[in-house]
């Protein structure tokens, strides 16, 4: 009981962190008039929620944390595809944690950092946005191929970083 209102607890701290490091410390650059290039950190606490938690929370955390950021501060239309991106976000790392539990390495990490970007932000989110937009789905996928070359080493390394200090933290959900 004790374990499951920590967790629980932990898991709402995660969600206040992402959505402020997703809609309030993101950034966009713009060229020529179009934002290219979104720079947000709002997946590291979905990241670490799935992995100190379990895919069950992390899955949650992924999901509300996209629901309660449209409702603070909206950043276009609603749609439930982003919603799933982000419980994939937390649904998969500690899947594939537990795989490589022996290696907890550098390339460990990095190999799940790369795959659910993959999935979530090369192939589902240009998917979104074209039914979104009616617009072909290869026209998005340049800039979040160029946007992940950027971002995926910055998670590694940020989710490495508050792994190890997390343990420190919270020992008692390792």
């Known amino acids: 009981m ?10 709402g701290l995660f969600i206040a962190l992402s959505v402020i490091l997703a ?3 993101a950034g966009d650059m713009i060229i020529g008039g179009l934002s290219v290039l979104r720079i947000s950190f709002g997946p590291i606490p979905i990241y670490l929620s799935g992995i100190l938690l379990g895919p069950v929370h992390g899955a949650i955390v992924g999901a509300l944390s996209d629901g309660l950021g449209y409702i603070i501060k909206p950043l276009g239309p609603y749609f439930p595809g982003f919603a799933l991106n982000g419980a994939l976000t937390g649904l998969i790392p500690p899947l594939l944690f537990r795989t490589f539990k022996g290696r907890q390495s550098w390339l460990g990490l990095a190999l799940i950092v790369i795959m659910v970007e993959a999935l979530t932000s090369m192939i589902l989110t240009p998917l979104w946005l074209s039914i979104m937009t009616g617009k072909a789905f290869i026209a998005f996928l340049p800039s979040n191929i160029i946007s ?3 971002l ?5 390394i940020t989710l490495r970083l508050g792994l190890k200090y997390s343990r420190r933290m919270i020992p008692s959900l390792m």
Do not use: G, V
């Open 2 to 11: 004790n374990n499951q209102i920590r967790k629980i607890s932990l898991a």
């Open 152 to 156: 995926i080493p910055a998670y590694i």
């Open 148 to 150: 992940r070359a950027f």
């Open 23 to 25: 809609r309030f410390l």
